[in-house]
């Protein structure tokens, strides 16, 4: 299967926000993805298939907890915390 950069990005983050939906995770906000560049494996082909999304929860411009990072492999649909 063949992913732009910009639709394997969407995936890893979809696959993040359903792990921490399931978690309870209201009044978490994605901050973002990048890959995951020190996980074996993390291309195949040209595709970058292991993700880092990042999470942040804040009320009020204060932060609640620290921030949270999810590990996504969008080849399997695996999605795990840090």
Known sequence: MRFS???AEREAIRLAERLVAADGGAG???LGASPN?????YKKRKNIIKWS???DRSSGGVMIDGPVV???D???GAA???
């Open 70 to 72: 999810v590990h996504v």
């Open 28 to 30: 978490w906000t994605c």
């Open 37 to 41: 560049v020190l996980a074996p494996g």
């Open 5 to 7: 950069k910009v639709e």
């Open 53 to 55: 999304v990042a999470f």
């Open 74 to 76: 969008i080849e399997t």
């Open 80 to 82: 795990d915390y840090f």
